[in-house]
């Protein structure tokens, strides 16, 4: 079956600008994560989603952070007024519910470039 | 909060030889741990993961971890590498009390040089 999607690949944009990552989780996973991965770092763990409630959203760098989940399926992770410091590969996971013993399954990823 | 170390950034290795990627992590609490891999232009997917039971876990593409509970570590063997896994490695911990979140490491470059 598909795996998780996610667009665009790349995004290059101005800072100041807003943006809007989508995600497409596994059909019938009901948990989907966001991640940060910057150059060097580590995957920082962002928010997630279960079901369509976001219980959690102390992971969000700043408050021009948000994110949601509609329908239980796609999620949109939006920057407003980008930074430079934003740029990043973001990821998404999904797995088949909230909990710490479950596989998590990626997309490939949308780098994000704020010029 | 956890925190997820991978002491070594890169590992350059030849083929056929064995490797070892070290992880260690922070919490003395019950955790989960997980090694995923990154080829690459491609998402992660997991190798390895320790839930319980036998402290040497046995994953895909023939490599396996070991949970050592008193040095707090999960590291991640070969007995020999093939060109194809050169990718990079993450290792991952989650609280099994708390399912919400995993703690990733910065990741192990592994080059397997011909």
């Known amino acids: 079956g598909a795996g998780v999607s996610q667009s665009p690949s790349n995004k290059v944009t101005e800072k100041g600008k807003d943006v809007e990552l989508r995600c497409d989780p596994i059909?019938?996973?009901?948990?989907l994560y966001w991640y940060r991965q910057s150059l060097g770092q580590g995957l920082e763990f962002l928010i997630y989603?279960?079901?369509?409630?976001?219980?959690?959203k102390s992971g969000l760098p700043s408050d021009r952070f948000s994110a949601e989940r509609t329908g239980g399926s796609v999620s949109t992770l939006t920057i407003q007024r980008t930074q430079q410091e934003d740029s990043a590969v973001y990821l998404c996971?999904?797995?088949?519910?909230?909990?710490?013993?479950?596989?998590?399954?990626f997309g490939p990823g949308t780098r994000l470039t704020v010029l | 909060a956890q925190s997820v170390t991978q002491l070594d950034s890169q590992v350059p290795v030849f083929e056929e030889a064995p490797v070892e990627l070290r992880c260690n992590y922070s919490s003395s609490v019950s955790v989960y741990l997980f090694w995923y891999v990154q080829y690459p232009n491609q998402g992660l997917q997991l190798l390895l993961k320790y839930l319980s039971g036998s402290t040497l876990v046995k994953g895909i593409n023939g490599f396996e971890a070991e949970f050592n509970k008193s040095q707090t570590s999960f590291h991640l063997r070969k007995p020999s590498v093939h060109i194809s896994d050169t990718a990079e490695y993450f290792c991952a911990v989650s609280d099994t009390f708390a399912g919400n979140q995993f703690y990733f490491g910065t990741g192990t470059s592994l080059t397997v040089i011909p």
């Open positions: 989603f279960q079901g369509n409630s976001a219980p959690d």
């Open positions: 996971a999904s797995s088949f519910e909230v909990n710490a013993y479950n596989e998590q399954f």
């Open positions: 059909s019938g996973h009901t948990a």
